[in-house]
């Protein structure tokens, strides 16, 4: 599987770190991301990428045209592939457990969290129809710090996935991308639920709130304890 990470050309201080951070990781393709001083929205608004009610910001429009542009080469080749955010810090053993996972799952998978920012609420079956947990998941070593992880052999299991609007990195299969590519476009700010569940729900402005809303759909899966999480000392994309 290729291993996609994303970054543009205005970050090369963040690129290096992602390099340097998981140099422990084969075969790490960079995908240059869209810049947002470069988007016509009105142009991708024309190409039903973006409807006219879309209240993302700039930069929300270009970290989302990247990973949409990813998925299209997915489905395009129909080859599963793993995406990372620029920020994204890969589990020493990532290659050996992230294979031992995939080939644990039904052949017909769609998506696999392998990991977001430490302390984003996420919500998982743990036994499917009988029991969901909802929070966070907070493995001893997050810490530490993401830096720390890239050090560590972790050990994990696969649960399916119901929601989380934090994303790091990922394993999408061809299915998953049409599936993704279906949901999420023309990316909109379709009402999806807030941070607190008190305040009820508010309108998307990333890609990743309207990728949660379409979890509990597809065959998507997250593994526990995750095999990658963000590093606070460096924003995504």
């Known amino acids: 599987m290729f291993k996609f990470f994303i970054s543009n050309d205005t970050t090369p201080d963040q690129t290096e770190r992602f390099l340097q951070l998981n140099a422990h990781v084969q075969d790490l393709a960079r995908s240059v991301g869209v810049h947002p ?3 016509d929205v009105r142009a991708m608004q ?5 409807s006219a009610e879309c209240l993302f910001s700039q930069e929300a429009f270009a970290a989302a045209l ?7 080469n997915v489905a395009q080749h129909q080859t599963a592939a793993h995406v990372f955010e620029s920020n994204a810090v890969l589990c020493a053993n990532f290659e050996a457990e992230s294979t031992r996972i995939l080939a644990s799952l039904p052949q017909d998978w769609d998506f696999v969290l392998w990991g977001n920012a430490p302390g984003s609420t996420i919500q998982f079956d743990v036994l499917p129809e009988l029991a969901l947990f909802s929070g966070a998941v907070l493995p001893p070593y997050s810490a530490r710090g993401a830096g720390a992880l890239s050090e560590m052999d972790v050990t994990s299991l696969a649960f399916p996935l119901m929601a989380t609007q934090s994303v790091s990195g990922y394993a999408i299969s061809p299915s998953g991308a049409e599936k993704m590519i279906k949901a999420c476009l023309p990316l909109t700010s379709t009402t999806v ?3 607190n569940p008190e305040e009820g729900g508010v309108a998307a402005q990333t890609l990743q709130q309207l990728m949660s809303l379409h979890y509990s759909t597809m065959k998507a899966y997250v593994c ?8 606070a000392a460096a924003p995504a994309l």
């Open 46 to 50: 024309q190409m039903n990428l973006i």
């Open 66 to 72: 990247s990973h949409v542009a990813l998925w299209g």
């Open 37 to 39: 001083q470069d988007l």
């Open 224 to 231: 526990v304890p995750p095999l990658c999480m963000a590093d």
């Open 193 to 195: 639920p807030a941070p």
